[in-house]
């Protein structure tokens, strides 16, 4: 969105959340179109269909030692 004095910035509307550094970003565009995983023409019938499955789980934290 775009905030004046600000300009523009992230948001998650389903979280209802800024995004920060926990987010990833996988792709940019103006709109939808411009960041489509996939894109193309099919020409006749067709029975094409899409499925997407994502899975999230937690980073494992990882030890660091210090020497002084």
Not at 40 to 68: D, F, K
């Amino acid at each position: 969105m775009h905030l004046q004095g600000l300009g523009w910035v992230g948001f998650d509307a389903a979280n209802k959340i800024c995004p920060d550094a926990r987010y990833v970003r996988l792709s940019t565009g103006l709109d939808y179109k411009d960041a489509a995983p996939v894109s193309g023409m099919v020409l006749g019938h067709s029975a094409e269909t899409m499925s997407v499955a994502i899975t999230v789980e937690p980073a494992g934290q990882s030890q660091s030692q210090s020497q002084s």
